[in-house]
């Protein structure tokens, strides 16, 4: 007879009622102490579940003491005891931990592949949804009725576009408009010098936005708010209350805020309240542009799509989607395109009215940040982790590449085209261009981490929000 677990012969053999194996009775009783289970097929086993095996009596010497040989033996008996239960245990668990990794292999295979398919189908809803329109009834609420057209803008809107760009003369007159008397110079952007730090208003926010006066801020906040900041009072002047939403970018339309949350709502204030809420993207709203006629509006979502909306009955009117998340998107100046940056790099553009994809550019690197020059054939595009601005001509499809030292997290454009400022992890930075020499130069660099930018009236300040979340102004004294 063999004990089951040392495999040697047992001094005191037991044998075991549930699964009728031999144990030396010390080990088997230690077992039992410990898992209260048959060792063999793992039934529930107890001490008078073992019946003493009746051999030749043998008989023990005293206990020996350590100074000997027998007692050394002794000793090295009860170790190999110890370890061969060890022993035993880890066998078990090793056959029951690589059953159950065989199993959770197993099963994430299988959810793996749920995923792709679920990807799969959703991937092809939302081109389905891009092809369809779908319309609510007449007596829906704000919100409610919903147009999603992957293919043209109503009627009334195409005429109020096409009557903004030929009242205005945009693409004609653009580019031959002369510089603004009181302007700022590059004397003034060289002599610039912070004239206001607050306290951190908005603490990790990257959203900034300033009315048309210069004198109020729009500015993201912690979850579920954004801050209006007073430059003259230098205060608080109120929050908008997001719900559970982060506000991720924003916008002045006259006298009220247009904000888009990390939720995926576009929402409108006034007066601190809530206003409308124009849709809702399938995750985060990531940037809103507002059309130069004014009554339309776009955002853009990681949900792969920009929304249209007529601000005149804060509806939906067009859903366009895309191959990529799109991380910022603005309006040509001109009105009738629309770019968006997309996190793999590609930058596209579309026809305002029609919904078309008209032409494309690689940035080569997720879109950190994009700006429309006013003169409408540039556009600056900074990528994520990289520290040059690309500026591109739009007629040309050619690009500068500018090193500015830093990160850029935001550009923004003056009214002229002359001054492009950038906004990055370490400094502040003005690039200008002379039309005479065909050249870039860089008036002024501050050491100012900021995550976004804004000029202020006549470029003859520039209100940065720094990382911190305070508010940082630069102008001449």
Known sequence: MLCAISGEAPEVPVASRKSGNVFEKRLIEAYIAEHGTDPVNGEELSIEDLVELKTARVVRPRPPTMTSIPSLLSAFQNEWDALALETYTLKQQLAQTRQELSTALYQHDAAVRVIARVVKERDEARDALSKITISAGSGASNGDAMQVDGASLPDALVEKIDETHLRDRLSSTRRKRPVPED????????????????????????????????????????????????????????????????????????????????????????????????????????????????????????????????????????????????TCGEFHPDGHLFAAGGRNGEIKVFDVKTGQNVANFDAEGPVQAFSFSENGTWFAVATKGETSVQIWD??????????????????????????????????VAVLQYTKASKSWSEPIRKAVSANALHWGVNAKSLVLLESSGSLNVLSSF
């Open 183 to 326: 302007w700022a110079t590059e004397e003034n952007i060289q002599s610039f010098e912070s004239t206001l730090t607050t306290d951190p208003v908005a603490p990790g926010s990257r959203t900034l936005a300033l009315n048309q006066a210069g004198d109020m801020a729009l500015l993201g906040g912690e979850e579920g708010s954004a801050t209006l900041y007073s430059l003259p009072q230098k205060a608080v002047t109120g929050t908008l209350d997001l719900e559970k939403g982060i506000a991720t970018d924003g916008l002045w339309w006259n006298d009220r805020q247009v904000v888009a949350t990390s939720t995926g709502a576009v929402k409108v204030f006034e007066d601190v309240k809530e206003i409308a809420q124009l849709g809702s993207h399938a995750g985060a709203a990531t940037a809103v542009s507002l059309h130069p006629c004014g009554d339309l509006l776009a955002s853009t979502g990681v949900d792969k799509s920009y929304m249209l909306y007529d601000l005149s009955t804060m509806k939906v009117v067009s859903h366009i989607f895309t191959e990529t998340e799109l």
């Open 394 to 427: 739009i007629r040309k499809s050619k690009i500068n590449q500018i090193d500015v030292g830093t990160s850029v997290n935001d550009l923004k454009w003056d009214y002229t085209a002359r001054f492009l400022a950038a906004a990055g992890s370490g400094s």
